[in-house]
């Protein structure tokens, strides 16, 4: 079994280990003001690319958490097949992401929150139960999802909080 500790918590497989990783990544977007999500690319154990959302201040509607992760990966390996690979982000990818998985050929998808209004791989949508594409890929959800969705509520309660203070000081 995997076990290793990290400050104050104890990561018992290694889920939870790639989990942490795209969790502070996600803690790095909110600290620029994006909304927090990160995500990690890990071939043979190792992570061969990260990001977080980046839309914002790259002013680039693609940049979210994964497509930065992918390219990165992408990079790394010298190659736009990213086979035997696994995504680790913090919520369940949008449309886009869960596109940009198959074309990649990511084998693998571990996420920790589900994103209901628009999570493209079980909540809004399936893109694995879509016929005409030539890849699929695994999912494994609920990795460290409580701590996962607590950074987004963080995040939007003291986003709401700031612009109701604007309100009430103008």
Same mark, same amino acid.
């Given at each position: 079994?995997?076990?290793?500790?990290? !400050?104050?918590?104890?990561?018992?497989?290694?889920?939870?280990?790639?989990? @942490?990783?795209? &969790?502070? &990544?996600?803690?790095?977007?909110? #600290?620029? !003001?994006?909304?927090?999500? !990160?995500?990690?690319?890990?071939?043979?154990d190792e992570?061969?690319?990260?990001?977080?959302?980046?839309?914002?201040?790259?002013?680039?509607?693609?940049?979210?958490?994964?497509?930065? %992760?992918?390219?990165?990966?992408?990079?790394?390996?010298?190659?736009?097949?990213?086979?035997? #690979?696994?995504?680790?982000?913090?919520?369940?990818?949008?449309?886009?992401?869960?596109? @940009?998985?198959?074309?990649?050929?990511?084998?693998?998808?571990?996420?920790g929150a589900?994103?209901?209004?628009?999570? %493209?791989?079980?909540?809004?949508?399936?893109?694995?139960?879509?016929s005409h594409?030539?890849?699929?890929?695994?999912?494994?959800?609920?990795?460290?999802?409580?701590?996962?969705?607590?950074?987004?509520?963080?995040?939007?309660?003291?986003?709401?909080?700031?612009?109701?203070?604007?309100?009430?000081? &103008?």
């Amino acid at each position: 079994m995997f076990s290793i500790a990290l !400050g104050e918590e104890t990561v018992i497989n290694q889920h939870e280990f790639y989990m @942490l990783r795209a &969790l502070e &990544l996600a803690k790095q977007a909110a #600290s620029i !003001g994006e909304v927090p999500i !990160g995500a990690v690319v890990v071939i043979a154990d190792e992570i061969v690319g990260e990001g977080y959302n980046q839309t914002i201040s790259t002013n680039d509607p693609s940049a979210h958490a994964e497509m930065v %992760a992918i390219r990165a990966a992408a990079k790394s390996q010298k190659n736009h097949r990213l086979v035997n #690979s696994s995504l680790y982000v913090t919520i369940e990818p949008c449309t886009m992401c869960a596109g @940009l998985l198959v074309h990649s050929r990511i084998e693998q998808l571990v996420f920790g929150a589900r994103e209901p209004k628009a999570g %493209a791989v079980c909540s809004a949508l399936n893109i694995n139960e879509q016929s005409h594409f030539n890849h699929r890929f695994r999912v494994i959800e609920g990795v460290l999802a409580e701590s996962c969705a607590q950074v987004m509520s963080d995040f939007f309660a003291d986003r709401r909080a700031q612009k109701k203070a604007q309100k009430t000081n &103008l």
